[in-house]
């Protein structure tokens, strides 16, 4: 048994290179969706999702929620700072009118008058009623550590939590309060507030959120389990919370009804104030706002309404591993400018998935397949271009080698995708031989044979290129030219007599010199015959040709033998006699050929008297 090894076929360097473009792609797309990409790459990322938040925001009603704003109009009714009795009388009426809980984003460090203070220490231990306080999240100079802290649950730090350095809370005076919540917040490196933290990690304890405090005081604790950092939705503009000013509740000026039932957020959206952050809905959003759209979302959660949650980093991963397989397998077919369309076709098609997926998945990155693309525009679409350009030069290269320049040229400006593919196409060919080659070399020197023959088809091939036939190839001592291919052209015969005309002439003189120079004289034979016949580039992987095959080609080759037998040095077919409009043709009578069943006509140029 014998047995046969096959060759190993090795990827050529463009082939490696565009598996290295695409795999690096491929680990781009997945670092750009781990946990750790570069802060570079995140800030361009929640770029992407605040202008998603801002399309995404409706007025939608919250019905839930009551927002109890000290607003201008308040202040410029009651002045601030309020006293306590105020802030409880103000409690008061909420707890009176049947909240479901009250929470106040306001943190009383310092004692107020005893009255107000008793009262709202009242309040905060026996009503549901939830306090503020304010963790520090900045590292270095001096810890904030002011007021009693309340509310925490002995734990070691979770992973991910965030750990406070110091906190801002109410005086020991309100210390028995049965709930607080934190409103310190983490403003991303580019200072806009996207995150709030649900827990907090301080001196042993883990404390909650204010809208986290709120439902555990008054809705239950059926939430789910909270990422650490909570990514804020904003999925309501402020006009879609029911808002209640301060003084009309002080004044009982507001409906039982917007009351009754819900949970209550107590805070000031007044710049004199100054609970401001910037967030993705503007540069300057009312604080109360970032607490409301928390509680909401815990609502949601509680009540199971919330987003569905979907696989985004593994949709983002899959979508770009998608549009690099394409690109590796279109980018090499295709014009770099259908490249970059396609490009831009896939990142609009992310954004708008990204833009579906925004509310479900808050942790992918929505940025990550765009930098791809980026990716991919900025080194697969100019490596591509650049090998389309190679490939170019050497089509040109292999062009040149069988045709004239001008027919080159007249080929560039041409819309032929591929000009060498094989056509069928009207063509004449022209083929030319050296009479009595071997009489004229065998008594000559190796060098002076090479030479006399590369004279020799210098004078047939400068007249076949200046009048734009295409080389097909040489015959040793000859030539095979055609004419109106790769180029269609309706002037094809008269061209190719007229190539004949001037290698008559060529060969006539190089033939006196030779003669002058004691040689035998030369003659050429030709043969011109024109017809159907398919033009292109034919051959394997290993040697490939430009040439035309068909019945008129091999016509023209009998045609060529058959000038031996005549005193003319070029003989014409049918064929040319009927489409040539430049010349004029002596019929020599009928012949029938090697290969053809029927006679046919004969003629060569009559030339001027």
Same mark, same amino acid.
């Given at each position: 048994?014998?047995?046969?090894?096959?060759?190993?076929?090795?990827?050529?360097?463009?082939?490696?290179?565009?598996?290295?473009?695409?795999?690096?792609?491929?680990?781009?797309?997945?670092?750009?969706?781990?946990?750790?990409?570069?802060?570079?790459? =995140?800030?361009?990322?929640?770029?992407?999702?605040?202008?998603?938040?801002?399309?995404?925001?409706?007025?939608?009603?919250?019905?839930?929620?009551?927002?109890?704003?000290?607003?201008?109009?308040?202040?410029?009714?009651?002045?601030?700072?309020?006293? *306590?009795? @105020?802030?409880?009388?103000?409690?008061? =009426?909420?707890?009176?009118?049947?909240?479901?809980?009250?929470?106040?984003?306001?943190?009383?460090?310092?004692?107020?008058?005893?009255?107000?203070?008793?009262?709202?220490?009242?309040?905060?231990?026996?009503?549901?009623?939830?306090?503020?306080?304010?963790? /520090?999240?900045? =590292?270095?100079?001096?810890?904030?550590?002011?007021?009693?802290?309340?509310?925490?649950?002995?734990?070691?730090?979770?992973?991910?939590?965030?750990?406070?350095?110091?906190?801002?809370?109410?005086?020991?005076?309100?210390?028995?309060?049965?709930?607080?919540?934190?409103?310190?917040?983490?403003?991303?490196?580019?200072?806009?507030?996207? *995150?709030?933290?649900?827990?907090?990690?301080?001196?042993?304890?883990?404390?909650?959120?204010?809208?986290?405090?709120?439902?555990?005081?008054?809705? +239950?604790?059926?939430?789910?389990?909270?990422?650490?950092?909570?990514?804020?939705?904003?999925? @309501?503009?402020?006009?879609?919370?029911?808002?209640?000013?301060?003084?009309?509740?002080?004044?009982?000026?507001?409906?039982?009804?917007?009351?009754?039932?819900?949970?209550?957020?107590?805070?000031?959206?007044?710049?004199?104030?100054?609970?401001?952050?910037? $967030?993705?809905?503007?540069?300057?959003?009312?604080?109360?706002?970032?607490?409301?759209?928390?509680?909401?979302?815990?609502?949601?959660?509680?009540?199971?309404?919330?987003?569905?949650?979907?696989?985004?980093?593994?949709?983002?991963?899959?979508? $770009?591993?998608?549009?690099?397989?394409?690109?590796?397998?279109?980018?090499?077919?295709?014009?770099?400018?259908? $490249?970059?369309?396609?490009?831009?076709?896939?990142?609009?098609?992310?954004?708008?998935?990204?833009?579906?997926?925004?509310?479900?998945?808050?942790?992918?990155?929505?940025?990550?397949?765009?930098?791809?693309?980026?990716?991919?525009?900025?080194?697969?679409?100019?490596?591509?271009?650049?090998?389309?350009?190679?490939?170019? *030069?050497?089509?040109?290269? !292999?062009?040149?080698?069988?045709?004239?320049?001008?027919?080159?040229?007249?080929?560039?400006?041409?819309?032929?995708?591929?000009?060498?593919?094989?056509?069928?196409?009207?063509?004449?060919?022209?083929?030319?031989?050296?009479?009595?080659?071997? %009489?004229?070399?065998?008594?000559?020197?190796?060098?002076?044979?090479?030479?006399?023959?590369?004279?020799?088809? /210098?004078?047939?091939?400068?007249?076949?290129?200046?009048?734009?036939?295409?080389?097909?190839?040489? %015959?040793?001592?000859?030539?095979?030219?055609?004419?109106?291919?790769?180029?269609?052209?309706?002037?094809?015969?008269?061209?190719?007599?007229?190539?004949?005309?001037?290698?008559?002439?060529?060969?006539?003189?190089? $033939?006196?010199?030779?003669?002058?120079?004691?040689?035998?004289?030369?003659?050429?034979?030709?043969?011109?015959?024109?017809?159907?016949?398919?033009?292109?580039?034919?051959?394997?992987?290993?040697?490939?040709?430009? !040439?035309?095959? +068909?019945?008129?080609?091999?016509?023209?080759?009998?045609?060529?033998?058959?000038?031996?037998?005549?005193?003319?040095?070029?003989?014409?077919?049918?064929?040319?006699?009927?489409?040539? %409009?430049?010349?004029?043709?002596?019929?020599? +009578?009928? *012949?029938?050929? =090697?290969?053809?069943?029927?006679?046919?006509?004969?003629?060569?140029?009559?030339?001027?008297?």
């Amino acid at each position: 048994m014998k047995l046969t090894v096959l060759p190993r076929t090795l990827p050529t360097a463009p082939a490696l290179i565009r598996i290295g473009i695409s795999l690096a792609a491929i680990a781009l797309a997945a670092l750009l969706q781990w946990d750790g990409a570069p802060a570079s790459a =995140r800030l361009a990322d929640e770029w992407l999702r605040d202008r998603f938040v801002n399309l995404q925001a409706r007025a939608t009603p919250e019905s839930r929620i009551l927002v109890v704003d000290i607003d201008e109009s308040t202040l410029a009714q009651l002045p601030w700072p309020w006293s *306590r009795a @105020r802030l409880a009388e103000l409690v008061e =009426r909420l707890v009176q009118g049947g909240a479901r809980g009250v929470a106040l984003d306001i943190v009383m460090f310092k004692p107020g008058d005893a009255a107000g203070d008793a009262r709202l220490a009242m309040l905060a231990a026996q009503g549901p009623v939830v306090l503020a306080q304010l963790f /520090d999240f900045q =590292r270095g100079g001096q810890a904030l550590r002011s007021g009693a802290l309340i509310g925490g649950v002995v734990a070691p730090r979770p992973a991910g939590v965030p750990a406070a350095s110091g906190f801002l809370a109410n005086h020991a005076g309100l210390s028995r309060a049965a709930f607080a919540g934190n409103i310190g917040v983490i403003p991303d490196a580019d200072g806009v507030l996207r *995150r709030v933290p649900s827990t907090t990690w301080f001196d042993g304890k883990l404390y909650p959120s204010l809208a986290v405090a709120l439902v555990r005081c008054c809705g +239950g604790d059926g939430l789910p389990q909270l990422a650490p950092l909570q990514r804020v939705p904003f999925a @309501r503009t402020w006009d879609a919370y029911v808002v209640a000013k301060a003084a009309d509740v002080l004044a009982e000026r507001v409906p039982a009804a917007l009351i009754a039932n819900r949970l209550v957020l107590v805070g000031s959206s007044s710049l004199s104030i100054g609970d401001r952050v910037a $967030s993705p809905l503007g540069a300057s959003t009312a604080g109360l706002l970032v607490h409301a759209a928390m509680l909401s979302s815990l609502l949601d959660l509680q009540a199971g309404t919330a987003p569905a949650p979907w696989p985004g980093k593994a949709i983002a991963i899959w979508f $770009s591993v998608l549009v690099v397989a394409l690109s590796a397998y279109t980018f090499p077919r295709l014009a770099a400018v259908a $490249s970059v369309l396609l490009l831009a076709a896939a990142s609009a098609l992310w954004l708008a998935l990204a833009y579906a997926m925004h509310a479900h998945d808050p942790a992918f990155s929505a940025s990550g397949p765009l930098v791809v693309d980026l990716f991919l525009l900025a080194v697969a679409v100019p490596f591509h271009w650049q090998l389309t350009q190679q490939n170019s *030069r050497k089509l040109l290269g !292999t062009l040149r080698q069988y045709v004239a320049t001008a027919v080159v040229d007249e080929l560039l400006r041409s819309d032929l995708k591929d000009p060498l593919a094989p056509r069928q196409l009207q063509v004449t060919t022209l083929i030319a031989d050296m009479e009595g080659y071997t %009489t004229q070399v065998e008594a000559l020197p190796v060098e002076q044979a090479a030479r006399l023959t590369t004279d020799f088809l /210098d004078c047939l091939t400068r007249p076949v290129l200046d009048q734009h036939g295409t080389l097909d190839k040489y %015959t040793g001592d000859g030539l095979v030219a055609f004419w109106g291919a790769p180029l269609p052209n309706a002037a094809h015969a008269d061209l190719a007599l007229d190539a004949a005309q001037a290698i008559l002439a060529e060969v006539a003189r190089f $033939s006196r010199r030779r003669v002058a120079a004691g040689h035998a004289p030369l003659r050429v034979r030709i043969g011109i015959e024109s017809g159907l016949a398919m033009a292109g580039d034919y051959g394997t992987s290993f040697r490939s040709i430009y !040439t035309a095959v +068909g019945d008129s080609v091999n016509t023209a080759s009998r045609l060529e033998q058959a000038a031996r037998d005549f005193p003319y040095d070029v003989i014409i077919g049918e064929g040319t006699v009927a489409r040539a %409009t430049r010349h004029r043709f002596l019929l020599l +009578g009928e *012949r029938r050929l =090697r290969g053809k069943e029927n006679p046919i006509k004969l003629y060569t140029l009559e030339l001027p008297a």
